[in-house]
């Protein structure tokens, strides 16, 4: 398989992202059962993280350790990025000695120019534009507790040029379920990718009407790293977008409430919502770590979904 990156979520295939959330469904039981998987030995990962992260870094991280590979962190403190070296010129260095790179920083932009000048794999750990490692976790979520997310209908609160709704936006192109964003005017996407999801995704200005017979409801915190001047007026416009008891009583019966955290309980959503019998948060969370390690394993070229797509 020639050399992929993946910096946003329709950087795969349909094909290419239901097998590979099978194969992380697989790689999860393995792991339950106490097998040990490690075709990465000698291979390492290297972490840059421009924004600070729980989920990300110890995901990738111990991902990196259970297929028996190495990963680094490193921080701008720890890298010539800090001091003026270009993007392009860290990312040739870097991909010189180690075997994938994964970045989490602000402008999607510098992703891609590392990307551009780089010699192995390179993944978007979040961008401000895109989130597409949570956004396989999600969806993983989403296959282990329906089947299939086809026909579906998914419902997104908060605010709409946010990357989750991004990266939602591209996940319902690609997997053929319809998503209603409920936010507010002046919060809408990009007008690009609002262009290219317009046939599976609709916009709406009223929470109640978004989740009304929603299968799966999904929110972010109101107000994301770089916002945090904004973060009295986002409170206040958003407020009426929050995920309590009684919006969620609008959507389906069965329906399920998913966040990509950390959660500010009492704003974006209830703490009622998040701890209660509909919420599949914490499974969300773990998933992190088994979808991810089966994209590294696809990136490398290694394993059961590489061998099918070309590897």
Known sequence: MSMRHFLRLNDLGRDEILALLQRAIALKALQRQGERYAPCGGRTLAMIFEKSSTRTRVSFETGM????????????????LGRGETIEDTARVLSRMVDMVMIRTFAHNNLERFAACSRVPVINGLSDDHHPCQLLADLMTALEHWGTLAGRTVA????GANNMAHSWMEAAT?????LRIGTPDGYLPAPEIMAMTAERVEIVHDARQ??????LVVTDVWTSMGQEEEATARHATLWPFQVNAAL??????DAIFMHCLPAHRGEEVTAEVIDGARSLVWEEAENRLHAQKA???FLFGLGPVAATHGG
Do not use: K
Not at 210 to 215: S, Y
């Open 174 to 178: 690609l997997l053929n379920f319809h």
């Open 295 to 297: 994209l590294m394993e």
């Open 156 to 159: 997104f609160i908060g605010d």
């Open 65 to 80: 350790t259970q297929l028996g590979g190495h990963a680094l962190f490193l921080s701008p403190r720890d890298t010539q």
């Open 210 to 215: 978004a989740v009304q017979g929603a299968d």
């Open 248 to 253: 969620m009583a609008a959507a389906a019966p």
